[in-house]
């Protein structure tokens, strides 16, 4: 894996040098999804586990263009993507290329639903404060946190009733022939950071919605 990753991050970086307008920061994408795959990578050779995270505090907002970034350029005009970011939120505390990983799941997903749902395809990410929830995490140290909001909307055709419950058990999946590892992963990782996932579907409206800890100390930069 990490000699073709290595030429991957290569290969951007000499066509970098003779880009053009518009494509540095397709470029970049590359290089920054290569080095994380390396990164995930590396973690996983050595035995470690979504179920591990290393707790730092990060910016959630960043990471979600990161992954927003990557979506549109892999859509292109298929599907709108939308942000309605709360900038006051402070900085999570948790383990970026995880959830990293967690949310491209979630955002892919719901990208190819919309694509597949009829017009207009779009996906909406939020985040906000979850209002009058808080969570005791031992893992951070006593007391209790507040908790943030993280919501993944999309247009699509909707998860049937009857396989809701289900949806994020390995091996089930809404999609024809998918084998449903991805959402049995993004609870894995919610879950290791102390945080929650649910979902609630109706036929044109699918909503993801991921309630994580906070972190303390000072507001994030939107």
């Given at each position: 894996?990490?000699?073709?990753?290595?030429?991957?991050i290569?290969?951007?970086q000499?066509?970098?040098?003779?880009?053009v307008?518009?494509?540095?920061?397709l470029?970049?994408i590359?290089?920054?999804?290569?080095?994380?795959?390396e990164?995930?990578?590396n973690?996983?050779s050595?035995?470690?586990?979504?179920s591990a995270?290393?707790m730092?505090?990060?910016?959630?907002h960043?990471?979600?263009?990161?992954?927003l970034?990557?979506?549109?350029?892999?859509?292109?005009?298929?599907?709108?993507?939308?942000?309605?970011?709360?900038?006051?939120?402070?900085?999570?505390i948790?383990?970026?290329d995880?959830?990293?990983?967690?949310?491209?799941n979630l955002?892919?997903?719901?990208?190819?639903?919309?694509?597949?749902?009829?017009?207009?395809?779009?996906?909406?990410?939020?985040?906000?404060?979850?209002a009058?929830?808080?969570?005791?995490?031992a893992?951070?140290?006593?007391?209790l946190?507040?908790?943030?909001?993280?919501s993944?909307?999309?247009?699509?055709?909707?998860?049937?009733?009857?396989?809701?419950?289900?949806i994020?058990?390995?091996?089930?999946s809404?999609?024809?022939?998918?084998?449903?590892?991805?959402l049995s992963?993004v609870?894995?990782?919610v879950?290791?950071h102390?945080?929650?996932?649910r979902?609630?579907s109706?036929p044109?409206?699918?909503?993801f919605?991921?309630?994580?800890?906070l972190?303390?100390?000072?507001r994030?930069?939107?």
């Open positions: 894996m990490k000699n073709p990753l290595g030429g991957i290569g290969a951007a000499l066509l970098e040098r003779q880009s307008d518009g494509q540095s920061e470029l970049e590359i290089k920054e999804e290569a080095r994380r795959i990164r995930l990578v973690r996983l050595a035995f470690e586990l979504f995270p290393h730092e505090p990060f910016n959630i960043a990471l979600l263009e990161r992954v970034a990557s979506e549109t350029a892999a859509m292109g005009s298929k599907v709108e993507f939308k942000r309605d970011f709360d900038p006051s939120l402070p900085p999570v948790g383990d970026s995880h959830l990293q990983q967690a949310f491209q955002i892919r997903n719901a990208a190819e639903a919309a694509s597949d749902g009829g017009v207009p395809a779009k996906v909406t990410v939020r985040t906000s404060y979850a009058g929830l808080s969570f005791r995490q893992r951070l140290g006593a007391g946190r507040r908790a943030m909001l993280v993944v909307e999309d247009t699509g055709k909707g998860i049937p009733r009857n396989r809701q419950s289900s994020f058990e390995v091996f089930q809404s999609k024809s022939g998918a084998r449903g590892l991805g992963i609870k894995e990782v879950t290791a102390g945080g929650q996932i979902v609630d109706v044109g409206s699918t909503r919605s991921v309630l994580l800890p972190g303390t100390g000072e994030s930069d939107g």
